[in-house]
C-alpha cells in the first residue's frame, strides 16, 4: 500500500531534550516536506525537500532540523525542544513537486512541557 | 507572496443541504489551487486540484470547485451533504519564494459539521 509512516503519533517531552519524528514513504517520490498545524493557523510548511540533493527552508524553519540521507526518509530533528513547538506535525511527499499531489502522513502530535 | 482566505471557520449544514466553503486567494498570475479534506485524526487528503485546464473543477466524493479570476475566489461545493463529509478543509495554493522554493501556502481551515 502507497503511504507516508510517521512515528511516533503521539510524543510528550519535556523542554531540551533533542528528539526525532521519522518519515518513511514508500512511493519513489522525490518531493517531501514537514508542516505543523496549529488552531486558527492552517498549516506551515518547516523545511521541504527536492531530492536527496536539495533541501531548504520553509516558513516557519526555527528551532527544526531535516535530514534526507536517501530517498525514501526524511526525518524532522527538534534538537532543543520548547513549548511553542507543541503543535501537529504532517510529513507529506509527492512525486516530484508541490503542484502535484502530496500524499501525507497521519500526524505527529507533540507536547513539550 | 500568495496568500489563502477561507471566510468561516465552521460551517454547519443539514444532511442533504448544499454545502458552500469559501475560498479567496492573492494572485497575479493564475495559481495552482487544491483543496485538501482532514478527516479526524488522520492526514490531509486531495480533494481537487485546478490547473488552467477548466475553470470546474470535479473531485473525489462528489465535490467540484470553480475557478473563478475576477473574483480571485476556488469556492468548494456539493449539492447534497452526507453525514460522512464531517470534515475539516483546506484550500491552499502553490507559490514560489524569491529564492525560488516551492511552497504550498493553506487557508486556515474550515471545519464543516453535518447536522441529521
Known amino acids: 500500500e502507497a503511504q507516508v509512516t510517521q512515528n511516533p503519533r503521539y510524543l510528550i517531552t519535556v523542554t531540551g531534550k533533542k528528539l526525532t519524528v521519522t518519515c518513511s514513504q514508500n512511493?519513489?517520490?522525490?518531493?517531501m516536506s514537514w508542516y505543523r498545524q496549529d488552531p486558527g493557523l492552517g498549516l506551515r510548511q518547516i523545511y521541504y525537500?527536492?531530492?536527496?540533493?536539495?533541501?531548504d527552508k520553509g516558513d516557519v524553519p526555527e528551532g527544526y532540523k531535516v535530514s534526507r540521507k536517501e530517498k525514501r526518509n526524511f526525518p524532522l530533528i527538534l534538537e532543543s525542544p520548547s513549548p511553542n513547538q507543541t503543535s501537529l506535525y504532517f510529513c507529506?511527499?509527492?512525486?516530484?513537486?508541490?503542484?502535484?499531489?502530496?500524499?501525507f502522513g497521519s500526524g505527529t502530535q507533540l507536547s513539550v512541557l | 507572496a500568495q496568500s489563502v482566505t477561507q471566510l468561516g471557520s465552521h460551517v454547519s449544514v443539514s444532511e442533504g443541504a448544499l454545502v458552500l466553503l469559501r475560498c479567496n486567494y492573492s494572485?497575479?498570475?493564475?495559481?495552482?489551487l487544491f483543496w485538501y479534506v482532514q478527516y479526524p485524526n488522520q492526514g490531509l487528503q486531495l480533494l481537487l486540484k485546478y490547473t488552467s485546464a477548466a475553470t470546474l473543477v470535479k473531485g473525489i466524493n462528489g465535490f467540484e470547485a470553480e475557478f473563478k479570476k475576477s473574483e480571485t475566489s476556488f469556492h468548494l461545493t456539493k449539492p447534497s451533504a452526507h453525514m460522512s463529509d464531517a470534515a475539516e478543509y483546506f484550500c491552499?495554493?502553490?507559490?514560489?519564494?524569491?529564492?525560488?522554493?516551492?511552497?504550498?501556502?493553506f487557508g486556515q481551515g474550515t471545519r464543516l459539521t453535518i447536522n441529521p
Open positions: 525537500s527536492m531530492n536527496v540533493e536539495v533541501t
Open positions: 494572485s497575479s498570475v493564475p495559481p495552482y
Open positions: 491552499a495554493v502553490s507559490d514560489l519564494s524569491l529564492q525560488g522554493a516551492q511552497k504550498l501556502v
Open positions: 507529506a511527499s509527492s512525486l516530484s513537486g508541490l503542484n502535484e499531489k502530496l500524499f
Open positions: 512511493m519513489n517520490h522525490e518531493y
